[in-house]
């Protein structure tokens, strides 16, 4: 598993490349309105920027080293390859670790963590790009809220516990919009079939599948949800239809202009993994072979 990341995800420039694009969900999430406003924000306010760097480093979200997908492959620690053995009921003795298990620990892992440096910074600017959206936006919202700082005056807060309450509400809405976008590769997220030791080889690299189609189904239930009750500019709405824009339509325009096949660097999970079971069932060998290269 570990040797099949080095060679699938972590060599793979074009992987990193395209996984940079995982960005765009912000657009998806909380518009292009919203993302210029940040940008402008913390190119504006340079101490606000760092604090916030700091707030996503303290939180936790960032992979120092190991990328989510190594860690869903082989894990993030070093698995404990020296057991004990307790023989006569008495004596305990050690067993020292295979040459198997010590190449494992000592070559395989470090060459994955090597190898995976690239897609560890693409992961990290993807989460850092959700969080510091994040946190300006729910910052923004609540700060020029007459309605919400009147209600603390009214409970007797000062203006400094209100700058507080509303950095505090900002940073839990950053987190939490993160680990949504970007979704959570503990085994606690896991399918239970994932979680089997047959079913880490089988479904290796299949969770962020899963997730991505999970969150494009709500996508699509809520917008569902939104049209039928006669709301066709609704919020949720709305996020379908900028997913729409934002992984097909602004792909086609821009190879049309440029003539670079860019929907081959938007990656959309859920649309690829369609195309390829198409292939699969109804294409003939070349074209299951280019459906899945790699």
């Given at each position: 598993?570990?040797?099949?990341?080095?060679?699938?995800?972590?060599?793979?420039?074009?992987?990193?490349?395209?996984?940079?694009?995982?960005?765009?969900?912000?657009?998806?999430?909380?518009?292009?309105?919203?993302?210029?406003?940040?940008?402008?924000?913390?190119?504006?306010?340079?101490?606000?920027?760092?604090?916030?760097?700091?707030?996503?480093?303290?939180?936790?979200?960032?992979?120092?080293?190991?990328?989510?997908?190594?860690?869903?492959?082989?894990?993030?620690?070093?698995?404990?390859?020296?057991?004990?053995?307790?023989?006569?009921?008495?004596?305990?003795?050690?067993?020292?670790?295979?040459?198997?298990?010590?190449?494992?620990?000592?070559?395989?892992?470090?060459?994955?963590?090597?190898?995976?440096?690239?897609?560890?910074?693409?992961?990290?600017?993807n989460r850092m790009s959700t969080f510091k959206l994040g946190y300006y936006k729910m910052f923004n919202e609540l700060s020029n809220s007459t309605m919400y700082t009147n209600s603390l005056k009214d409970k007797g807060m000062s203006d400094a516990q209100i700058a507080k309450d509303i950095e505090s509400r900002a940073y839990n809405f950053a987190i939490r919009t993160t680990s949504g976008l970007h979704f959570d590769y503990s085994s606690y997220s896991k399918a239970k079939a994932l979680r089997h030791p047959v079913g880490r080889v089988l479904?290796?690299?299949?969770?962020?599948?899963?997730?991505?189609?999970?969150?494009?189904?709500?996508?699509?239930?809520?917008?569902?949800?939104?049209?039928?009750?006669?709301?066709?500019?609704?919020?949720?709405?709305?996020?379908?239809?900028?997913?729409?824009?934002?992984?097909?339509?602004?792909?086609?325009?821009?190879?049309?202009?440029?003539?670079?096949?860019?929907?081959?660097?938007?990656?959309?999970?859920?649309?690829?993994?369609?195309?390829?079971?198409?292939?699969?069932?109804?294409?003939?060998?070349?074209?299951?072979?280019?459906?899945?290269?790699?």
């Open positions: 598993l570990g040797m099949e990341f080095v060679s699938k995800l972590g060599l793979n420039v074009r992987g990193s490349i395209r996984n940079s694009t995982q960005a765009l969900l912000n657009i998806v999430e909380m518009g292009p309105v919203m993302w210029g406003k940040s940008k402008l924000w913390y190119s504006t306010n340079p101490q606000e920027a760092a604090k916030v760097d700091e707030l996503a480093k303290k939180a936790g979200l960032l992979f120092e080293e190991a990328t989510p997908e190594l860690a869903e492959t082989i894990g993030a620690e070093p698995i404990i390859t020296t057991k004990l053995k307790l023989t006569d009921k008495e004596t305990v003795e050690l067993n020292k670790p295979s040459k198997f298990q010590n190449f494992e620990k000592n070559v395989v892992r470090n060459l994955a963590h090597t190898a995976g440096g690239l897609m560890r910074r693409v992961e990290n600017f479904g290796q690299f299949q969770h962020y599948g899963f997730k991505f189609l999970e969150y494009n189904t709500n996508l699509a239930r809520e917008a569902k949800d939104d049209i039928l009750a006669g709301h066709i500019g609704g919020d949720r709405a709305w996020k379908a239809y900028r997913m729409g824009m934002t992984y097909f339509l602004a792909p086609t325009l821009a190879s049309a202009v440029t003539g670079v096949n860019w929907a081959n660097l938007v990656e959309h999970n859920t649309k690829e993994k369609i195309s390829q079971l198409f292939a699969l069932f109804t294409g003939d060998d070349e074209e299951i072979q280019k459906a899945f290269y790699g």
